[in-house]
């Protein structure tokens, strides 16, 4: 069973940067595609980015584009997500998420990913 735990959310004012972790327990088939996703206030989850970590392609919702940025480290398996230039409407609960696969390329369909951590607030102050 793959275990995935977040760190680094926290506190911060517009503009500010952060960078969540997440610290998987194993790299492997099971976790071929990792995932950042969120649940802003009164919003449904929505997916923020993806990496493959095989072959390092990644996908940004646009949301986020260009602010955002995630990343890996296989050797010590962990996944990142850069975020900056936050804005308020970025506060919410992030969550890092794992698969295998990804059918039909449906990589912001929360249902794909099998494996969750519990996640990491981060809190974005005007």
């Not at 995935?4 to 071929?32: F, H, N, P």
């Amino acid at each position: 069973q793959v275990q995935l735990v977040e760190s680094g959310g926290g506190s911060v004012q517009a503009g500010g940067s952060l960078r969540l972790s997440c610290a998987a327990s194993e790299i492997s088939y099971q976790t071929a595609h990792m995932a950042w996703f969120r649940q802003c206030p009164g919003k449904e989850r929505e997916a923020v980015a993806v990496i493959n970590v095989w072959a390092g392609s990644t996908y940004h919702a646009d949301s986020v584009k260009g602010r955002f940025f995630i990343s890996h480290d296989n050797a010590n398996r962990l996944l990142y997500l850069q975020m900056n230039g936050l804005k308020v409407e970025d506060t919410g609960m992030y969550s890092c998420a794992a698969a295998p696969t990804i059918p039909g390329g449906r990589w912001f369909d929360a249902g794909n990913f099998p494996y969750w951590g519990q996640g990491t607030q981060v809190t974005v102050s005007s």
